[in-house]
Structures are given as C-alpha cells and as structure tokens.
C-alpha cells in the first residue's frame, strides 16, 4: 500500500531562520506527484507547492522549496526566512491516477 | 473567484442522529473529494468523484457513510446514526482534473463534526 511518512509531528524555527521539513513516501508507481499542504488555525488547507515526479528539477516557489530525491523516495520542504505566518500544520500528499495520501503532519512553530 | 464552499462550518449532534454536509466546488471542477480530518491528525480519504463516472468510495468507513453528487457539482455527505468517533472535521476539495492525474486539489474551510 502507497503510505506517506513524516517523521518529525514538531518542528521549531526562529523567525528569520530556516526549516527543513521532512516526508518520504511508498509506492510502486513511476508517474505521481507529490505535493505540500500549510494549515493554519483556520483549517483552510493551502497549497504550498508541487512536484511531478517526472521533472527532475526541485520546485520553487519563493520562499518554499524542496528536495525531491526520487530514488530515495524523499520529498522534503525547506522553508526559508521563516515568518511569523509560517506557523501551521503542514501535510506532505502524493497522488497517482488513482490514489491520494495524506502524510500525518508537522506543526511548525515559528518563534519571534 | 471563488473558492469551495462548504456548509455547515460547525455541526453539533446527537448520537444516533443523521447529518448532512454539503460542498460547493469550484465552479468547473470536474472532481470532487471528502475527507476526514480527526483532532490532531493528518487526513483521511473518504470518496471521490470524477465527472459521470461511479465514484470511487473505498474510503468510507461504514455502510452509514455516504454521498452524492447531483449534476456535477454539489456534493452531500451523508452520516447516518452518528456515532461519537465520527466527530472530526470534515473537508470536501474541488480539482479541475487532467488525464495523468495532474490535478490539484483545492480544499474548503471544513465543517467541524461534534457528536455528543
């Protein structure tokens, strides 16, 4: 079965700082895509990035990036100069065709 | 525009009682799912529709959960004879899917289940 791990249920950064938060994943499936999810307090699920596991460059999106190391089945969410609105639940997902999973979460804690 | 929608944000029930949950996607959205989200935890895949086709219902935990979609859009999920561990939030989230599974999925604020 296709399973989703993050390690780390806390992290804790200084604000200004970096992150690194981390998700490996199981699957037999060569095309997937992998994706991080921020959920604040509000409960509003917010897309934070995406990767399609056919590219191998890491996607960016200003602040976010990651680490996808395929082979290793790691998919792996730095966050840059931390800001107070970074504090959140964040889920590490993978999607096939027929599939979608959720890991268990990382509450990130960004201190001032 | 607009985001999804769902309704209510907060439900309190009665043990042995029905609910209904009700989402609005994105308008357009061809696929539509539901989650559960139990307190402090990651999300677990309830059902899933895709356009006309049958909906993929593997993750529904009983026979009391169900849902539909009419024309395409809006989605009801059903709980019957609630049960105090069906207390969780719920969230529906909307794609505008692509062959080979390059959606993204756009969640709703979630409606918090209570069940006393």
């Known amino acids: 079965a296709q399973t989703v791990t993050q390690s780390q249920p806390e992290m804790s950064v200084q604000e200004a700082e970096t992150v690194t938060l981390s998700c490996t994943y199981d699957t037999s499936e060569s095309d997937y895509y992998l994706f991080w999810y921020k959920q604040p307090p509000s409960r509003q699920m917010i897309l934070v990035i995406r990767?399609?596991?056919?590219?191998?460059q890491n996607a960016t999106e200003n602040r976010f990036s990651v680490n996808f190391q395929k082979a290793a089945k790691s998919f792996s969410l730095k966050i840059s100069d931390s800001q107070l609105g970074d504090a959140a639940m964040y889920f590490c997902a993978y999607r096939t065709l027929n599939d979608m999973r959720f890991g268990a979460g990382t509450r990130l804690t960004v201190k001032p | 525009g607009a985001g999804v929608s769902q309704s209510p944000s907060n439900k309190v029930t009665e043990k042995g009682k029905d609910v209904e949950l009700r989402c609005d996607p994105i308008s357009g959205h061809t696929a539509l799912y539901w989650y559960r989200q139990s307190l402090g935890q990651g999300l677990e895949f309830l059902i899933y529709?895709?356009?006309?086709?049958?909906?993929?219902k593997s993750g529904l935990p009983s026979d009391r959960f169900s849902a539909e979609r009419t024309g395409g859009s809006v989605s009801t999920l059903t709980i019957q004879r609630t049960q105090q561990e069906d207390s969780a939030v719920y969230l529906c989230?909307?794609?505008?899917?692509?062959?080979?599974?390059?959606?993204?999925?756009?969640f709703g604020p979630g409606t918090r289940l209570t069940v006393l």
């Open positions: 529709f895709q356009g006309n086709s049958a909906p993929d």
């Open positions: 990767q399609e596991a056919y590219k191998q």
């Open positions: 989230a909307s794609s505008l899917w692509v062959a080979g599974g390059t959606d993204t999925q756009y």
